[in-house]
Every structure is written in structure tokens, then in C-alpha cells.
Nanobody, 116 residues
């Protein structure tokens, strides 16, 4: 079992930056992929970015060039650096992990609000 704890959300003005962190409760070496999803009010949850064990990354078109996902295996942590934030980035952001047995794990979510 893996527990994921997110942090780093908050209120930021358009054009600003935030960095989200997701700490796993144990080694993430058994996890084959981690990622960030988000869910805005009235919308379905969508993939924002993901990173594999081999550090291959994937991004939603809407965040390419603005967001960067990275992982620190020594700290069992995944990060999402968000730059040039827009009001449409406002959502609850969830950390996700999938292990070698194809089991999915979710964090509790952290709210990001982009507003002037």
C-alpha cells in the first residue's frame, strides 16, 4: 500500500508560479508511473502530466511549455512546477501513482486557485 500526500497548492495571480509536491509513504521504485491529475468544478478529472520510472514524461496539451513534472527517487517525491498560470488552471490537483501490479493510488488533493 502506498499513501500519497500532496502539498503546495494555494492562491496565485495569473502569470504566477506554484510548485506542487507529492510525497509517497514508501519507496517509489516499485511504482512504474506517477502523475498529476486535476478536476475543475463541473468538469471531469483530467491528466495533467505523468512521469515513468525511466523519467519519460507526458503532458496535456493545455500545459505543455508551462508545467514541468519531475521526481526525486531518494526523497520518494514527485513535483509539478507550474509557471505562467492561467485562471483555467484553477482546480483541485491530485497526485496519482501506479505500481508494478497495476494498482492505482491517489492523494487527497490540493487546491490551486488562479485569480487576480
Amino acid at each position: 500500500q502506498v499513501q500519497l500526500v500532496e502539498s503546495g497548492g494555494g492562491l496565485v495571480q495569473p502569470g504566477g508560479s506554484l510548485r506542487l509536491s507529492c510525497a509517497a509513504s514508501r519507496s517509489i521504485f516499485s511504482i512504474i508511473a506517477m502523475g498529476w491529475y486535476r478536476q475543475a468544478p463541473g468538469k471531469e478529472r483530467e491528466l495533467v502530466a505523468s512521469i515513468t520510472t525511466g523519467s519519460s514524461t507526458n503532458y496535456a496539451d493545455s500545459v505543455k511549455g508551462r508545467f514541468t513534472i519531475s521526481r526525486d527517487n531518494a526523497k520518494n517525491t514527485v513535483y509539478l512546477q507550474m509557471n505562467s498560470l492561467k485562471p483555467e488552471d484553477t482546480a483541485v490537483y491530485y497526485c496519482h501513482a501506479q505500481d508494478v501490479f497495476a494498482r492505482d493510488y491517489w492523494g487527497q488533493g490540493t487546491r490551486v486557485t488562479v485569480s487576480s
